[in-house]
């Protein structure tokens, strides 16, 4: 459309707006009639707004666009890719973690989430990626002063948010342990050599314990020396945890693994109420006889009071008999095949796995126990809880399937976050490391669930691959060295996730 001037016979001047439109010209409205050359500058104007006002495309002075377009190009400051920080930030502050002064530890918890990687590897990351200029050494120095500063700090913190989104009460904690190695020959008082949960065996290690919420949020965590038996860490764990935030009424859920007689003792007289994992098989021959009378049908449970107040709830599952056998007949076709090709010494009569069906017969004689196997199956699909809980026995059951929870927190730690080979090797720096690792994961956890509550389908993982391809445009206009900042959502994948970066969520 168009303002059009027609003069008239009568000596006046039409002013008229037109339309072109498959090649013909069509008049829409006359804008009004006159002599005056001041009244049809002022008709003309009338009709530009009628225009404008009347289309979503306004008559424009293509060159004069193109020259407005190309001083815009020409007065961008930067572009920064820092998508990921934005995003990752803006759940950081959610949680609390803006409370703890200090740069250092935002960049070093976000890069552990976007950037796993050495602290070397950060420092280049974050000055490529964000013009942010932090020294290699500020950042072991910060790391030497963590420890003491900010450790109590940070599962505060992070227990009070997890407080929170569970609605004021903390209810149940999950308690488990891993080991996370080093890459080195060389232990100290720390890292130290000991059972593996990962196979390194030859390399020192720590033990890691940690404390995770229904949900998976993570509570607070401590390390032990590499050589530390995993039943003596869950205590101390507890009984700090449980002190420092005044919780008197959680339920300790963990596994068999934690179970002995010690800790019961122990959680029994320090009036913490518990379910642990049972092993059924190392009861008295009394409690064995109950357990193989019961004929349960699937999902079915049976108790038995070991004590006052203290339950042994056993249940059976179809689903886990069917994997006991078929673990036990394919570590029985393990041992015949050894059998057969005479690889069965003395040294393999152990009890570790499926070997304890193996017997030794006169002085080498090596062979297979199937009478052992066969009694073995009676034990199929069977699992004992021990609890001191007034709970149902199917509750007391549904609890403790969730210790799936803590596992998955170990995975993400060592998949995701790269927790581990630790290159540090004194003690406050290895202590940051795990703190830095530990509040990158309540993090990721929170952006999981926030993403669920916006019923969206995108995973924590592919939310920050999206959000590092997201950028932000940064103008500065020349007249008045005003700054513009806009962040760019322009694909249908980075506007699913612009919820997440309104400062206000």
């Not at 009709?47 to 961008?76: M, V, Y």
């Not at 903390?170 to 020959?185: M, P, Q």
């Not at 290690?205 to 003596?232: A, M």
């Not at 809980?389 to 927190?409: D, F, G």
Request: charged share 30%; proline share 2%; with cysteine.
């Amino acid at each position: 459309m168009f303002i059009r001037k027609r003069k008239n016979k009568s000596g006046t001047t039409s002013v008229v707006v037109v339309d072109k439109s498959g090649g013909k010209f069509k008049e829409l409205v006359t804008i009004g009639v006159s002599e005056n050359p001041f009244e049809i500058a002022r008709l003309c104007q009338k009709g530009k707004a009628w225009i404008k006002s009347h289309t979503c495309s306004p008559e424009l002075d293509l060159f004069e666009e193109r020259e407005q377009t190309e001083r815009l190009l020409n007065n961008i400051e930067q572009l920064l890719i820092n998508g990921t920080e934005l995003l990752l930030g803006n759940i950081f502050d959610r949680i609390g973690f803006n409370s703890i002064d200090d740069p250092v530890f935002r960049h070093l918890v976000l890069s552990r989430l976007s950037f796993p990687s050495s602290k070397r590897a950060t420092v280049e990351y974050l000055k490529d990626y964000y013009d942010e200029d932090i020294d290699l050494s500020n950042i072991y120095r910060y790391m030497d002063k963590l420890y003491n500063t900010h450790k109590g700090e940070v599962q505060r913190i992070s227990t009070d948010h997890t407080k929170h989104i569970l609605g004021g009460v903390i209810g149940i904690v999950f308690y488990d342990v891993t080991t996370i190695y080093f890459e080195t020959d060389h232990g100290d008082d720390l890292r130290k050599t000991g059972f593996s949960k990962e196979g390194k065996h030859q390399n020192p290690q720590i033990v890691l314990g940690l404390l995770v919420s229904l949900g998976g949020y993570p509570l607070t965590y401590e390390i032990f020396e590499g050589n530390k038996f995993e039943g003596h860490t869950m205590l101390k764990v507890v009984k700090d945890f449980t002190g420092k935030h005044d919780i008197s009424d959680a339920i300790v859920v963990a596994d068999s693994g934690l179970m002995t007689h010690a800790n019961i003792e122990a959680l029994q007289e320090g009036g913490y109420q518990y379910i642990i994992g049972g092993k059924i098989k190392n009861e008295s021959n009394r409690v064995k006889d109950w357990v193989l009378s019961l004929n349960l049908e699937d999902r079915e449970f049976s108790e038995y009071s070991k004590a006052e107040g203290v339950r042994l709830i056993v249940g059976y599952s179809q689903k886990r008999a069917d994997k006991d056998k078929y673990n036990r007949e394919k570590g029985i076709r393990r041992l015949e095949k050894l059998h057969r090709s005479k690889k069965l010494t003395k040294s393999s009569i152990n009890k570790r796995g499926y070997n304890k069906y193996l017997k030794m017969e006169g002085e080498v004689r090596v062979s297979i126990d199937y009478e052992l196997f066969e009694q073995d199956s009676r034990w199929d699909g069977l699992k004992g809880y021990i609890t001191n809980t007034r709970l149902p026995a199917k509750e007391v059951y549904a609890n403790y399937s969730h210790l799936w929870m803590i596992e998955n927190a170990f995975r993400i730690a060592k998949s995701k976050l790269e927790i581990r080979p630790i290159f540090h090797f004194t003690s406050r720096r290895i202590e940051a490391h795990i703190c830095i690792c530990f509040a990158a994961y309540k993090v990721y956890k929170e952006l999981e669930r926030l993403l669920y509550e916006m019923g969206s389908d995108v995973t924590p993982d592919k939310a920050i691959y999206i959000a590092g391809t997201i950028t932000t445009i940064v103008i500065k206009l020349p007249n008045t060295n005003e700054t513009i900042k806009r962040v760019l959502l322009l694909t249908d994948k980075q506007k699913k996730l612009a919820k997440l970066f309104e400062d206000a969520f």
